[in-house]
């Protein structure tokens, strides 16, 4: 018997959070007659025990709001957590105990556990400490197995598109290459989806490496057929035949360290040199992540908000709500963690771009 829900709200935030909370919320207090607490700030505030009563009135009006009410972090792993020694220096040490302790003394029966892979790893080792979890599939980067997509993914590429149109027009006044890097990590859904929703003449992303001798014969083709200008989508993961990824940062106690970002700023100077044209670089960065969810992921985290409720009422516990054939199931955390999805090179999104004249450097 389901009396209390939490939840929380894991690693980089992403339009449609929100949303997921309301559905949370109404569901189990107008369907089931629950009650439910939000734990603030991810792991962090599950570890603090920082909590905020989540009630019909505190969520409402917060489907069209970005970012999450209960904010993030995406550093904090209670299996491997930073704590002062008894010198006082800092020390990782797994205190994952004193979250199960904290979601007891909440009375919590249930755990909605929000985020992608790294926050859902902890979320199936709370699972198999026997904390009752349900996860639910957050991230821009649609890199989630066992779901067809994640929330957050659609409004990016709507993001990134839009940056890609914008970046058409002053890059043919100024005869010019622009690159522009978009977010996914190591997956290019989000490159290759906004590259093609963008019209992108070059889409760089980590699944195909590129030879950039490829992509400069492409742009200068592009100007002897008269276009003087080409927008290149580089995906934050892409890496050339011979080349690495290019890493921005390395956030030492984050469960997963390397941030990703340069290598639009590379590709542009290489391209600078090989074609001869102006070249700049724009990195859209946290745009992608921030401000309003899209249509499509407010009714998507919505579906996935009630699908969690429900599958928390059916017992179905260590699952992940996922979507398959736009049809909400679920599936297993131990199958989700460790099998990330990539795009396929030889999938049929990579052949329609192909086909309409987009070059991948291969
Ligand atoms: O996983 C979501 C994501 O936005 C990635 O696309 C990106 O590489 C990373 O998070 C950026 O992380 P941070 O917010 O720590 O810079």
Redesign the pocket.
Same mark, same amino acid.
């Given at each position: 018997m389901i009396k209390r829900i939490g939840i929380l709200t894991g690693? *980089?935030d992403?339009p449609g959070l929100n949303p997921v909370i309301r559905a949370v919320v109404k569901t189990a207090i107008e369907k089931y007659g629950m009650s439910v607490v939000g734990f603030k700030n991810g792991y962090k505030g599950l570890y603090n025990n920082e909590t905020v009563e989540l009630t019909l009135e505190n969520t409402s009006g917060i489907l069209h709001r970005g970012g999450t009410i209960l904010f993030s972090s995406?550093k904090d792993n209670l299996f491997d957590y930073l704590v002062p020694d008894e010198n006082g220096n800092m020390v990782k040490k797994n205190v994952s105990h004193v979250g199960v302790e904290n979601i007891k003394k909440n009375n919590v029966d249930a755990m909605i556990i929000i985020g992608?892979d790294g926050t859902l790893t902890s979320g199936r080792d709370f699972a198999r400490l026997g904390v009752p979890v349900i996860g639910v599939p957050k991230?821009?980067?649609n890199d989630l197995s066992s779901t067809d997509t994640t929330f957050g993914f659609d409004t990016a590429v709507g993001v990134a598109a839009e940056a890609l149109d914008r970046i058409h027009t002053t890059a043919e006044s100024h005869h010019r290459i622009i690159t522009v890097e978009i977010? *996914? =990590?190591y997956a290019g859904f989000?490159g290759l989806s906004a590259g093609i929703a963008g019209g992108a003449d070059v889409i760089l992303i980590p699944e195909i490496p590129y030879d950039i001798n490829k992509v400069a014969d492409h742009i200068k083709n592009r100007i002897a057929n008269g276009k003087e200008f080409s927008v290149v989508a580089v995906a934050?993961?892409a890496k050339s035949v011979t080349g690495e990824v290019v890493i921005q940062k390395v956030?030492e106690n984050?469960p997963d360290p390397v =941030?990703? *970002?340069g290598i639009a700023q590379k590709v542009a100077e290489d391209l600078e040199q090989m074609v001869g044209l102006e070249a700049r670089a724009t990195i859209l960065g946290?745009i992608?992540?921030g401000g309003t969810p899209s249509s499509a992921d407010r009714i998507l985290s919505t579906r996935y908000g009630v699908a969690a409720v429900e599958l928390a009422m059916a017992g179905k516990f260590g699952n992940m709500v996922a979507l398959k054939d736009n049809q909400m199931t679920y599936a297993s955390l131990e199958d989700v963690i460790g099998a990330n999805k990539a795009v396929d090179p030889n999938g049929e999104l990579v052949q329609a771009a192909k086909a309409i004249g987009t070059c991948f450097g291969d």
């Amino acid at each position: 018997m389901i009396k209390r829900i939490g939840i929380l709200t894991g690693g *980089g935030d992403c339009p449609g959070l929100n949303p997921v909370i309301r559905a949370v919320v109404k569901t189990a207090i107008e369907k089931y007659g629950m009650s439910v607490v939000g734990f603030k700030n991810g792991y962090k505030g599950l570890y603090n025990n920082e909590t905020v009563e989540l009630t019909l009135e505190n969520t409402s009006g917060i489907l069209h709001r970005g970012g999450t009410i209960l904010f993030s972090s995406n550093k904090d792993n209670l299996f491997d957590y930073l704590v002062p020694d008894e010198n006082g220096n800092m020390v990782k040490k797994n205190v994952s105990h004193v979250g199960v302790e904290n979601i007891k003394k909440n009375n919590v029966d249930a755990m909605i556990i929000i985020g992608g892979d790294g926050t859902l790893t902890s979320g199936r080792d709370f699972a198999r400490l026997g904390v009752p979890v349900i996860g639910v599939p957050k991230t821009i980067d649609n890199d989630l197995s066992s779901t067809d997509t994640t929330f957050g993914f659609d409004t990016a590429v709507g993001v990134a598109a839009e940056a890609l149109d914008r970046i058409h027009t002053t890059a043919e006044s100024h005869h010019r290459i622009i690159t522009v890097e978009i977010m *996914g =990590r190591y997956a290019g859904f989000l490159g290759l989806s906004a590259g093609i929703a963008g019209g992108a003449d070059v889409i760089l992303i980590p699944e195909i490496p590129y030879d950039i001798n490829k992509v400069a014969d492409h742009i200068k083709n592009r100007i002897a057929n008269g276009k003087e200008f080409s927008v290149v989508a580089v995906a934050e993961g892409a890496k050339s035949v011979t080349g690495e990824v290019v890493i921005q940062k390395v956030i030492e106690n984050s469960p997963d360290p390397v =941030r990703l *970002g340069g290598i639009a700023q590379k590709v542009a100077e290489d391209l600078e040199q090989m074609v001869g044209l102006e070249a700049r670089a724009t990195i859209l960065g946290h745009i992608q992540r921030g401000g309003t969810p899209s249509s499509a992921d407010r009714i998507l985290s919505t579906r996935y908000g009630v699908a969690a409720v429900e599958l928390a009422m059916a017992g179905k516990f260590g699952n992940m709500v996922a979507l398959k054939d736009n049809q909400m199931t679920y599936a297993s955390l131990e199958d989700v963690i460790g099998a990330n999805k990539a795009v396929d090179p030889n999938g049929e999104l990579v052949q329609a771009a192909k086909a309409i004249g987009t070059c991948f450097g291969d």
